[in-house]
């Protein structure tokens, strides 16, 4: 394998429901060809209060680890403030554990509306405080027993779960997000940064802040634990993947010219994007098909046709 390749890792995306009709043996056929394809993942979006059709991620991650063998899965990001950490340390584990290992989980602040927080039991204002200490106590919980904790949101006394997860490292906790605040976090408490729709210049200059942060507060995060979330759509011409994408490109983003944050078009698009980002220290990456729901399945077949051999095989 090509050395500047090795530690690079093509996953893919899902949000909402991307398939053309509401019949839950598509997302099986999906994974499964995903797998043999090569693909190295799935992230799952998190949007517990919506009209959208969202699967929850925890549940289904739980049916992908039950219909493949080695696909990981990941939540990019799940929204830590609106649940009890306890739980969902409970619910990581049991899926690590009956996957042997195969958890991925990606964190988050949650939504911006107000009513998602009330909805779930929650408040916006201290999403921060919540989310940390949440960290914190999953860890805890996951590498440890009769754990006692008392923090500002969350208190536990002489708690234990099991299983245990199985990765020897437990569950990597990794981080998204692109402002200082982020940054800071994920250096201070974060296993790994996945970041969506950053350039490659926002990469190159953020990597280096969050692993000379990283050291000042004595955490460690392994070099090829930062990535990057990118939508795609393969056409003949950039102008015919602009148009097919129009209408599910999720980017909102005004502050950046498309193409460096989007690859639309000939396969070359993509795969010049992806070498500016690895070029940036970036080695691990979800990609979003931004197409027409008839069009899914294709499009992730061209990934696995024409992407994955070039990063994984060298």
Not at 203 to 222: D, L, Q, W
Not at 293 to 305: A, D, H, S, Y
Request: charged share 25%; proline share 6%.
């Amino acid at each position: 394998m090509n050395k500047q390749y090795d530690k690079v890792r093509i996953g893919m995306a899902m949000s909402g429901w991307p398939f053309p009709e509401n019949d839950p043996t598509q997302l099986g056929d999906y994974v499964t060809e995903m797998e043999n394809l090569d693909l190295d993942s799935l992230w799952f979006t998190d949007r517990i209060v919506s009209e959208s059709f969202t699967l929850e991620p925890i549940v289904a991650m739980s049916y992908v680890s039950a219909v493949t063998e080695k696909l990981k899965f990941g939540t990019s990001v799940i929204a830590l403030p609106l649940r009890n950490p306890t739980i969902l340390a409970k619910e990581i584990a049991t899926l690590d554990f009956i996957s042997n290992g195969r958890s991925l989980p990606a964190v988050g602040l949650g939504p911006e509306t107000e009513n998602d927080y009330e909805a779930c039991g929650s408040d916006k204002k201290s999403r921060v405080g919540r989310t940390e200490e949440a960290v914190e106590i999953m860890r805890l919980l996951w590498s440890g027993n009769n754990i006692t904790y008392k923090g500002d949101h969350f208190t536990l006394s002489n708690v234990s779960i099991e299983p245990k997860p199985v990765q020897k490292e437990l569950p990597p906790i990794w981080f998204g997000g692109r402002s200082e605040p982020a940054i800071n976090r994920t250096a201070r408490i974060g296993d790994g940064w996945l970041v969506s729709y950053a350039t490659a210049e926002e990469v190159s200059a953020s990597i280096p802040k969050i692993k000379e942060r990283a050291i000042t507060f004595g955490n460690h995060i392994e070099d090829d634990h930062y990535g990057a979330l990118i939508s795609f759509c393969f056409a003949d011409t950039r102008s015919e993947g602009e148009s097919l994408a129009k209408n599910y490109n999720i980017v909102r983003r005004e502050d950046v010219d498309i193409k460096d944050v989007t690859a639309f078009g000939p396969p070359d698009v993509l795969i010049n994007l992806l070498d500016d980002y690895i070029e940036a220290g970036a080695t691990k990456f979800t990609l979003r098909s931004a197409c027409p729901p008839e069009m899914t399945f294709e499009q992730m077949r061209l990934l696995g046709q024409h992407i994955v051999p070039r990063y994984h095989n060298g």
